[in-house]
């Protein structure tokens, strides 16, 4: 099945570049290593890219008429305003009530890098937003609402994306992704989510700037 295809090839995709990256963190060191990393996560993501194209499948959502352009633009930008102030307010919940660290260690960590390596923003703006939304909103989320309700389907996908950050913001990283289901859901297009998480990797990193 088209289905069962795509979804594989992005999913095995996106772990591949994953244990590249792993191996490059071991093999490598300072600028050179952010130099590999960058060009490996760009690649990456134009490889991922060119296999939703080749094992082209259409889900459900990517079957829906597509938003008129102003209204699109709407969505996204109320959704990245939407996600500023949830991402905040859960910040704050998080540690007033379940004692977590104030801020996000994997943010930290690469607005750290963006300062010292400038074009490793590529990566974090570009790269990231584009294979997480290829494999999270599009190969599980979209996908499996060709065989179970669409908020099943977020709600494993967006657990999934949490998970795959790592840091114990589980319910800070499980409400973007859930925020980015419904822009891919409510657009029909994963162009629409994905612009959204490039908005929010871009304000956050630039917005450091300013600290």
């Known amino acids: 099945m088209k289905v069962k295809q795509n979804t594989l090839a992005l999913s095995i995709a996106w772990l591949g570049i994953m244990y590249g990256e792993v191996f490059l963190n071991t093999s490598l060191k300072g600028n050179v290593l952010y130099i590999g990393l960058t060009l490996w996560t760009v690649l990456g993501a134009l490889g991922m890219l060119l296999l939703n194209h080749f094992f082209s499948w259409k889900n459900p959502i990517d079957q829906k008429e597509s938003l008129p352009a ?36 994997n943010t930290n960590t690469l607005i750290a890098i963006y300062h010292h390596y400038p074009y490793y923003l590529f990566s974090i703006v570009l790269a990231a937003p584009i294979m997480e939304e290829l494999v999270f909103r599009k190969a599980i989320f979209g996908n499996l609402c060709q065989f179970c309700p669409p908020l099943i389907s977020a709600l494993l996908s967006s657990a999934l994306f949490s998970i795959a950050h790592g840091d114990g913001h589980f319910l800070v990283y499980a409400m973007m992704g859930l925020v980015l289901c419904y822009c891919y859901y409510k657009g029909g297009k994963l162009r629409t989510s994905m612009a959204v998480h490039i908005l929010l990797n871009a304000f956050i990193l630039f917005s450091s700037n300013l600290n």
Do not use: R, T
């Open 70 to 105: 102003i209204k699109e633009l709407g969505l996204i930008l109320i959704s990245f305003i939407l996600l500023i102030l949830l991402q905040n307010l859960l910040m704050v919940f998080e540690y007033k009530v379940l004692k977590q660290p104030l801020g996000s260690a």
